[in-house]
Each structure stands twice: as C-alpha cells, then as structure tokens.
C-alpha cells in the first residue's frame, strides 16, 4: 500500500538558519505529493503541493520538488523564524477524489520543528 | 478555500459516555472526510461521510463505534460511542474544495480527553 516516510524530530534549529525536512514515498502510479503544517493548537493548513514530476511547490519561504527517480519530496526553506515552529506533514493522494469511499490522504508521521532566537 | 468549524473544539468525558462532534462548512461540498490524530502521531482516516447515504469506514473503524451523519452538503457529525482513555484523541474534519482534484481543508479540530 501507499506509505510516506518521514524524518523524526523534533529539529531544533537557530532562527535564519536552513531547514530540510526528508520526505520518501511509496505507491503506485503518479501520486500528488503535499506539505501541511500544523501550528501549535491549530488545524492542518496546506502549506504547499506538487502534482507532477519534477513540479515545484512554493509558499512562504518554503519550497520542494517532486522528485520521482528517487521518490522524494524533501521540504526546504532557505532561512527559518521563530514563527516556523510546528509540526510539518508530508503526504500523498494517489489522483482524483472519488465519491462513496475509497479516497485516502496518506500522511507521515509529522516532524515537529523548533526555531530559537 | 472553505471556512469549517468544529465544536466543540475540546472536551473532556467520562469512560463509557458519548460524544457527537459536529462540522459545518460554509459552502457545498462533495467530499467530507473524519481523521483521527491520537497524541503524538500522524493522521489516520476514519471514514468518508457520503450525503445521503451510509458512512463508508475505513479498516479498524466500525460505524457501531464511530457513528457519523451527513445530511446535506455544509454539515457532518461524528460521534463517539461508549468511550474509552484510548479514544483520547483530536477529531478532524476535512472537506475537498473544487473539483475532484482539489485540495483538502481541515477544521481546527476537536480535542477530546477521555477519563
């Protein structure tokens, strides 16, 4: 079945420095990959997605790509704050919603990241 | 996007009670989805609410437990039945936005404590 490894946390990091989060996935076909965060007592917000090879998901500082040959889709941001501080959610669809059931959002197990001043 | 809100967003029961947590979204949607986060790991689904028809349940997860309604296309409720410490969980709501291709939404979630 589908499967989204994820590297363990928490990460701890200084503010401003580089973030890479690893994300490695398992399933058939061409699956949309997907970041969600989660703030502290907050709801899961999407924060970026890709849904081809080789597609580059941005927003807010934070980028990754769909990298199908080695079935990644590490999470990067060049230079993280203190208002980065979350749990980060790598997943994966596997194509279209279908009504009546069947449809699944496959997650990691989420990396909590740290960022101090 | 679409706006959901849960309530209630926590509660803390006692063991064998129940408890019904009710979704709206402010807008018609055709796909409407429960997950549980249990304490420190991942999301896992419970069931897809279909309007008009029963719940379609995904493997561990048995409507006698985990009751859910979706009478119309902006509201859904899921319920816990004869609850137990280990149902001690956040309860999230999520809905497809746009076509069936969207993305997912979630609610902010509802916390439940279990004694």
């Known amino acids: 079945g589908d499967s989204v490894t994820q590297m363990e946390g928490p990460v701890t990091l200084s503010e401003e420095a580089f973030l890479t989060i690893n994300c490695t996935y398992t399933?058939?076909?061409?699956?949309?990959l997907f970041w969600y965060v989660q703030y502290p007592g907050e709801g899961l917000q999407l924060l970026l997605k890709?849904?081809?090879?080789?597609d580059k998901g941005s927003n807010k500082g934070f980028e990754a790509t769909y990298r199908k040959e080695t079935t990644s889709f590490h999470l990067e941001k060049g230079s993280v704050q203190v208002s980065d501080s979350a749990v980060y959610f790598c997943?994966?669809?596997?194509?279209?919603?279908?009504?009546?059931?069947?449809?699944?959002?496959?997650f990691g197990t989420g990396t909590q990241l740290k960022v101090e001043l | 996007s679409a706006v959901i809100s849960q309530k209630p967003s926590r509660d803390i029961c006692q063991r064998g009670t129940s408890l019904t947590i009710q979704c709206q979204v402010d807008?018609?949607?055709?796909?409407m989805f429960w997950y549980r986060q249990q304490p420190g790991q991942s999301l896992t689904l419970i069931a897809t609410a279909n309007q008009g028809s029963e719940a379609t349940y995904e493997s561990g997860f048995v409507i006698d437990k985990f009751p859910i309604s979706r009478p119309n296309l902006t509201f859904s409720t899921l319920t816990v039945s004869n609850m137990s410490p280990e149902d001690s969980s956040i309860y999230l709501c999520s809905v497809v936005v746009g076509d069936f291709t969207g993305e997912l939404f979630f609610g902010e979630g509802s916390r439940l404590t279990v004694l």
């Open positions: 890709a849904t081809k090879a080789d």
């Open positions: 399933a058939t076909g061409y699956p949309s």
């Open positions: 997943a994966l669809n596997r194509g279209r919603w279908v009504t009546g059931g069947g449809n699944k959002l496959t």
């Open positions: 807008s018609q949607v055709t796909m």
